[in-house]
């Protein structure tokens, strides 16, 4: 029982950690006349992938690798075929040609790197299935050129934009905000990654399993919270584009700093996950030009969802064979 109170308890504190960070961040950027467009690409970009990055963190630091890698997967595999699937449903999405032929393409091309260095034993038989600290800095470097990329983007809008959904704080309050969210999410994080040690431990299975589906749901709650809420309001671009950066992140950001804290292993069966976080970029691209151009349909939803469901019950099928 207290393992599943730590989980939970756990995800409530990283997430509000995360609210806290990107309110008190958005603030002080928006004093410093930073445009709107600006703080949605950087601040919230960063800040919807910070529990992934708490989480990685302490499970590097502390050895458990299995669920760094399954929560950056998992979180990438969620992302797409759950929540954009949601957030479909609730309102067919209208994509931006950038985001089909630039951030689409660039999130399909951190899943085949992943692929690639994870499996370095294919092309040279002497490597191994491990990513390096050497494929960490790769991976950062690609996220400096993503980042810069983004900046840009920010950099050519006004700072004041049609909407303005930033509040402003006292500058004393934002520090405040900041630091108190920083440290929320250390402890969630460190929770979190307590809990489903021990939770793997209690139900008999491993520590991939849990990382590559309640750990990753549980770091995606932010996303969901986001994109869905997007859908809802009909600004289909922030769904999906909130979606897709996020998956950059996670792969060129988190899984880079977490391969540099400490080389992570991938096991034989994670191929059938990095082939799932392929599988579902690659179907998001091809979606963009069956039925309406540039469109996810309602239907196309439901198709995600269907494939995220036999793709979980696969997992548990797998699991239960060894």
């Not at 409530?12 to 410093?32: E, F, M, P, Q, Y």
């Not at 209208?94 to 660039?106: A, Y």
């Not at 309050?173 to 969630?188: D, E, N, P, R």
């Amino acid at each position: 029982m207290l393992t599943y109170l730590l989980l939970i308890i756990g995800f409530i504190i990283l997430i509000k950690g995360a609210d806290w960070l990107v309110d008190g961040a958005s603030s002080l950027a928006k004093k410093l006349k930073i445009s709107t467009l600006g703080i949605g690409l950087t601040i919230v970009a960063f800040g919807t992938s910070m529990p992934e990055l708490f989480v990685n963190l302490f499970a590097s630091f502390q050895g458990n690798t299995e669920i760094a890698v399954g929560n950056i997967l998992g979180s990438n595999i969620a992302n797409i075929l759950l929540i954009l699937g949601i957030s479909a449903i609730i309102y067919p999405l209208t994509v931006t040609r950038g985001t089909v032929w630039k951030e689409i393409p660039f999130s399909l091309l951190a899943a085949l790197m992943v692929g690639i260095m994870a499996n370095d034993i294919l092309i040279d038989k002497s490597g191994g299935n491990l990513l390096t600290r050497i494929d960490g800095l790769v991976l950062i470097g690609f996220f400096i050129i993503f980042f810069y990329y983004i900046f840009g983007i920010a950099k050519d809008q006004s700072p004041a934009d049609k909407e303005n959904n930033v509040k402003i704080y006292k500058t004393a309050t934002s520090l405040t905000m900041i630091v108190g969210g920083l440290i929320c999410m250390a402890l969630g994080g460190k929770w979190i990654v307590d809990g489903a040690v021990a939770l793997a431990t209690i139900l008999g299975v491993s520590q991939s399993l849990i990382g590559l589906t309640i750990v990753a749901v549980g770091t995606s709650l932010p996303e969901l919270a986001t994109s869905a809420m997007a859908a809802i309001k009909k600004n289909s671009d922030i769904a999906v584009g909130n979606i897709v950066g996020s998956n950059i992140f996670n792969i060129f950001w988190v899984l880079g700093v977490s391969a540099l804290i400490k080389p992570l292993p991938f096991t034989p069966a994670s191929s059938l996950d990095i082939g799932m976080t392929v599988f579902a970029t690659l179907l998001l691209f091809v979606w963009m030009f069956i039925g309406k151009k540039r469109v996810l349909q309602s239907w196309q939803g439901m198709v995600f969802l269907m494939v995220y469901v036999a793709y979980i019950i696969i997992l548990i099928s797998k699991e239960r064979m060894f």
